[in-house]
């Protein structure tokens, strides 16, 4: 026997035998998920939606697209909860419903809203050109977009450009007269008041001042690239992704830069000009966040494609002028590729940023396609390693991004076919929970055997559908998958509790909205579902521990109208607080990140047991693009902050 050449498969087998046990998912027992589901509990309230609307299960769609309808159905509910009328308290939400491809303004359940306006829909139509045969809504992003103290609603759709419904000055109460539909694309309609603009598909917007301006810009994802996806009477080309890994020939990301304000009011934008590094813009992108990494105050953007490398892009962006270069990981002999930031072949499907460990550095969770014996691939947990905002900013400058991807041992590596994807502290422990939504195609006729051999064919094929297996009305791929509800249990490894909670719904779900909508220190909890009721969580923990609640805005000139805020909510600003214990955590007023679900702009930090007074230091900037850096002696609770060049609080209304 020749011991020399049976040593290599030795060696190898002994690696497989010390290494597997450790690859392997390791669920949480029903002890562990005991010890930690006692301190939540969530109880669903229904959602009020207008009587009569119709209950499809499937679009409409290009012929091209025929025998993967399914497929081509399986996004566009989402949800977003907001202050829409200026009460102070985020108690209003915007949905989109595929049931119906209807845009649904609703009271939150179980708030002061309920019964303050009947719930109704808004379109662009008969003001601008809509086709309810080839376009359908994928999202709806609240802001102030024209900074008048008055919640406006962005709605970004498949087949046509965003549309802009400004809440006007007079509205004393909400309703679908309210809000005039204004283009963020101008254009000029065709015969017939037909529609002449760009066929965008967009799956993904986030809204921030990338140049440093006072002013929100707009970023917006498509996926597919400019074309007819929806209609079954739909001419031209169509394609799909031209590979699994490696897909570049998507709808990509563009920008649309503040540029001034019209004639009638409502903000005009230009689209920046080369704003992204070449070559990296034209994926299929599914989720965009933004986030202040190092003190800049200018926000990094990470975008998430399906198919392709997500990226992080480092803003050096100046007044008037947006440009981003890339921020890659490095890689160590024991790191798989496609685990390095910046190169990796997943799935990118959602993204958020949160302060998961309390140190005052801000990390991200991506979601990814997870199902195990399906595309078992992993999460993302890329945990933030640089030892300072200088170092961050020094190292991203440079090229490289200092995050290491934590979501193993974290144990938030694997959830199913994952969505969108959020972080909050839930229990006002001073810890972040992790929701997740989940869920492809939901039917009755297994189909995963034919994309597991579609994910081997040669990458030729694949951008055109005509090769692509039947995904039909009734077929399945990871149809009965639950949302996941990671909380921190022992050593800070974290636990699904999903399953307790009584959150494991197995209908496909996409879009999550969380907001303290009661004003009572308890995040509530909003999912979109994916040709289902969307359904809202009420936060009735048992034992919630103290916390801050910080609703933040810039002065607005002028007389108050009756839904008018306290202000234009200071998106982008930024709150270190430092709790008597020596604990550092760090949030910022997010304009609208993940997939399609998008949060209040209110910032919530959990105390735990300690009701003492905390340091929170604000840094903003004014609306001339300034600024201003303040440090505060704060007590627990709810404050409303007026940030001009000092920091002023102001009763809620």
């Not at 419904?165 to 539909?181: F, N």
């Not at 007044?319 to 790191?335: L, M, Y």
């Not at 307790?500 to 496909?508: A, E, K, N």
């Not at 909510?569 to 604990?583: D, E, F, L, N």
Request: one cysteine or more; proline letters at 8%.
């Amino acid at each position: 026997m020749n011991i020399r050449k049976l040593a290599p498969p030795a060696v190898v087998l002994a690696l497989i035998g010390v290494l597997l046990p450790l690859a392997q998912p390791r669920g949480a027992s029903a002890r562990q998920q005991a010890a930690v589901v006692s301190r939540y509990h969530f109880t669903q309230l229904p959602i009020a939606e207008p009587p009569g609307l119709p209950n499809a299960t499937i679009r409409d769609v290009n012929p091209a697209y025929r025998r993967i309808q399914a497929w081509i159905s399986s996004v566009g509910a989402a949800v977003a909860i907001n202050d829409f009328t200026g009460s102070g308290r985020p108690d209003d939400m915007c949905l989109v419903d595929t049931r119906n491809d209807s845009v649904i303004v609703t009271p939150v359940p179980g708030t002061q809203a309920v019964g303050t306006f009947a719930p109704f829909v808004l379109s662009p139509s008969p003001a601008l050109p809509y086709d309810t045969s080839t376009m359908a809504p994928m999202g709806c992003v609240p802001g102030d977009y024209n900074q008048d103290g008055l919640t406006d609603l962005l709605v970004y759709y498949w087949g046509r450009t965003p549309v802009l419904y400004l809440l006007k000055r007079e509205a004393k109460q909400l309703s679908a007269s309210a809000y005039r539909p204004t283009e963020v694309v101008p254009h000029q309609p065709g015969p017939g008041g037909r529609y002449t603009g760009p066929l965008w598909n967009t799956n993904a917007v986030a809204v921030a001042d990338l140049d440093g301006d006072g002013h929100q810009d707009i970023v917006i994802g498509n996926y597919f690239p400019d074309s007819p996806v929806l209609g079954s009477h739909s001419r031209g080309k169509v394609v799909m992704p031209e590979g699994f890994s490696r897909a570049t020939n998507g709808g990509g990301d563009l920008v649309l830069r503040w540029d001034g304000a019209t004639a009638t009011g409502a903000p005009r934008y230009a689209e920046a000009r080369d704003p992204f590094p070449k070559g990296s813009a034209t994926g299929w992108t599914l989720a965009a966040a933004a986030a202040d990494l190092d003190g800049s105050m200018i926000p990094d953007l990470y975008v998430a494609n399906d198919f392709g490398h997500d990226h992080l892009f480092v803003n050096r962006s100046e007044p008037g002028h947006i440009r981003f270069t890339e921020a890659k990981g490095w890689r160590s002999p024991v790191v798989p590729k496609s685990k390095v930031l910046g190169n990796g072949s997943f799935k990118g499907m959602g993204v958020d940023f949160a302060d998961l460990t309390g140190n005052g550095r801000l990390d991200m969770v991506v979601s990814n396609i997870t199902t195990s014996f399906g595309l078992e691939e992993s999460n993302f947990t890329w945990m933030n390693t640089s030892s300072s905002q200088a170092q961050m900013r020094r190292d991203l400058l440079r090229g490289n991004a200092d995050f290491t991807d934590r979501s193993w041992p974290m144990g938030l590596a694997q959830n199913g076919w994952s969505w969108d994807v959020k972080a909050g502290d839930f229990a006002n422990r001073g810890t972040q929970d992790v929701v997740q939504t989940a869920g492809f195609v939901k039917g009755t006729v297994n189909r995963w055997a034919q994309l597991q051999e579609l994910a081997t064919t040669n990458d030729n094929f694949l951008s055109n559908p005509v090769y692509w297996p039947n995904i039909e009305a009734g077929d399945d791929v990871a149809g009965h998958q639950c949302p996941a509800f990671f909380a921190p249990g022992q050593g800070g490894r974290y636990v699904d509790l999903s399953g307790p909670l009584g959150l494991c719904v197995r209908t496909p779900t996409r879009g999550i909205s969380m907001a303290d909508t009661r004003a009572n220190g308890a995040l509530d909890l909003a999912v979109a579902r994916q040709w289902g009721p969307p359904a809202f969580y009420q936060n009735d923990a048992p034992h919630l521990g103290e916390y801050l609640d910080l609703r933040l805005f810039r002065p607005v000139p002028g007389q108050r109208a009756p839904l008018q805020a306290a202000g234009t909510p200071a998106i982008g600003a930024t709150v270190t607080v430092r709790t008597s214990s020596g604990k550092t955590m760090i949030a910022q007023v997010d304009g609208g990140s993940g997939h399609s679900g998008k949060n209040d702009f209110g910032l919530h930090f959990g105390l735990g047991e300690s009701g003492a007074p905390v340091a929170a230091t604000v840094t903003w900037r004014d609306t001339n693009g300034q600024v201003h850096r303040e440090t505060t002696r704060i007590t627990p609770g709810s404050h409303t902050l007026l940030l001009d060049s000092t920091i002023h609080e102001v009763p809620a209304r």
